[in-house]
């Protein structure tokens, strides 16, 4: 609900002077605040807002601007001291005490835009505690659901969170389970209706019924063209969008029960899996969309992806949004409890670098972890971070056996090189001309020679090699092979 009158009066310490006592007094709700100095705002209004003004137009009876207010539903009016007026008009006194109209007086040293943002705040703090209790209502239905009576747990679930009943119903429908008080036989009864009304969308959509004291909402179950189920809720009061949100997780979770004819748990692990690749796809809201009704949520970023064996999903789901990929658990969980939840999985595990949600980033992340994973089974570690591969160089990237017969071969490749039967180092010379990029007096300087000397030594690796050392893809060749041989030395 939004704030009352009577919290913004004490929150700013407005004095209030008549109309306190009709039409619910202090006690009306403020849903929003107005600032206007023209002799009629109502065509500007809305209604349930407090009216701010200092009464620059106001003289003579003012009886006809109060019952303007009254009539266009205004919750209140702070009339500004010490601008135009010393005091609030007598007149305006007494009109708004006639009208039942709540009269505030505003101190000079109190903005108008202080009440405004007071309100502000009110209101965004009641609407994040209807967010919360969404979300924590649609977490605890989400446990409902992977009780063993599933569907039936959902239902009194639900009911307590709208503080109303419940009932399941059956494709005829027939009540499977109801909670106490439940007006099936209006709901039966209205779905019969409907059915012998001509279908031109080919089944029966969502209802409401609302009566004195009732309001009942109707929703069907299961995909395709004819619903395989019905749920119904009822409260005596009608229902907020709050409780819309949790109505529809229910249906949500009802819906996969009944599609999936398996364990919640595993048709949360399939959506999951979805969620995922909506993820990978660029689809991230949608991606959250889906994921909402289960009562999850994506970890903050940046994240890491960690990567196991499929067996380890459950040791990955209680540190962020884990799921199935291929042949692989997958989570996605932040900075602060990889190491974590990388230990505490009873088998090889593969770590990414900090990635975000954009579709490249998060492909990215899932390939590094995939990788750091093979290195990890190769290796027999526990947990492999990718970033400590990639630390290592880009020979720090193959697996083990790859990086043996790369080796095998860098020592083949040089082999006319190290055995050439001269006191000159050609390994030692081609590695400074290499470092230094083809300079050949920073090389020359390096080896403490002079530049045609290197020219020489060179110009006979080049012989030796039968390769050219002015084409880039001879010399990147080399330099891989020259630190494949330095590594396994």
């Given amino acids: 609900m939004p704030p009352s009158l009577q919290t913004v009066v004490r929150r700013m310490g407005l004095r209030p002077l008549a109309g306190i006592t009709g039409r619910g007094a202090l006690n009306a709700a403020v849903r929003w605040v107005a600032v206007s100095e023209l002799a009629d705002p109502t065509p500007y209004l809305e209604g349930e807002e407090l009216l701010l003004t200092t009464g620059m137009r106001m003289e003579g009876d003012l009886s006809g601007y109060v019952a303007r207010l009254v009539a266009r539903g205004v919750t209140g009016l702070g009339f500004g001291v010490g601008v ?24 000079r040293e109190t903005p108008f835009i202080a009440i405004g943002k007071a309100v502000s705040e009110l209101l965004a703090a009641e609407q994040y505690e209807e967010i919360t209790r969404a979300f924590a209502a649609q977490g605890r239905l989400t446990r409902a659901a992977l009780k063993p009576e599933g569907m039936h747990a959902v239902i009194d679930r639900l009911a ?35 059915r012998r009304l001509p279908e031109p969308g080919g089944s029966v959509a969502s209802l409401a019924l609302s009566g004195p004291g009732e309001h009942i909402v109707v929703q069907p179950l299961g995909g395709g063209a004819r619903p395989r189920g019905f749920f119904a809720v009822g409260a005596k009061q009608a229902f907020p969008p709050v409780v819309h949100t949790v ?52 970890p903050e970023e940046p994240l890491v992806v960690l990567a196991a064996g499929a067996d380890a999903l459950e040791a990955l789901e209680g540190h962020g949004f884990a799921a199935l990929h291929a042949s692989s658990a997958v989570a996605l969980v932040t900075e602060e409890v990889a190491e974590k939840a990388g230990q505490e999985v009873d088998g090889p ?28 089974r190769t290796r027999g570690d ?31 490749l040089l082999a006319p090189l190290t055995g050439y039967g001269s006191r000159v180092d050609l390994v030692e010379s081609l590695r400074a001309y290499l470092d230094s990029n083809g300079h050949w007096d920073a090389a020359a300087q390096r080896l403490g020679v002079h530049r045609h000397t290197l020219r020489y030594r060179m110009k006979r690796v080049t012989e030796l090699l039968a390769r050219d050392l002015d084409d880039p893809g001879v010399r990147a060749e080399l330099w891989l092979a020259l630190e494949a041989t330095q590594r396994h030395a």
């Fill in 84 to 107: 135009s007026h010393e005091q609030t008009p007598a007149a305006l006194v007494a009109a708004a005490d006639e009208a039942g109209l709540p009269l505030l007086e505003v101190p």
């Fill in 160 to 194: 307590k969170e709208i503080g109303g009943w419940a009932a399941l119903l059956d494709e005829a429908g027939e009540v499977r389970h109801a909670t106490h008080g439940a007006k099936t036989q209006d709901v039966a009864a209205e779905l019969a209706r409907l």
């Fill in 247 to 298: 109505i529809n997780a229910a249906g949500s979770l009802l819906t996969l029960s009944l599609e999936q004819g398996r364990s919640q748990l595993a048709a949360v692990r399939r959506v999951r899996s979805a969620v995922l690749e909506l993820l990978l796809a660029g689809e991230g809201e949608r991606a959250r969309a889906v994921l909402g009704p289960l009562g999850g949520r994506l």
């Fill in 349 to 376: 595990v593969g770590g990414s670098l900090p990635c975000g949600y954009g579709a490249t980033s998060l492909r990215t992340g899932l390939e590094q972890a995939g990788r750091a994973l093979e290195t990890a």
């Fill in 382 to 412: 526990g947990v492999t971070w990718f970033g400590k591969l990639a630390g290592q160089g880009l020979l720090g990237l193959l697996d083990q056996s790859a990086a043996q017969a790369f080796s095998a071969y860098s020592e083949a």
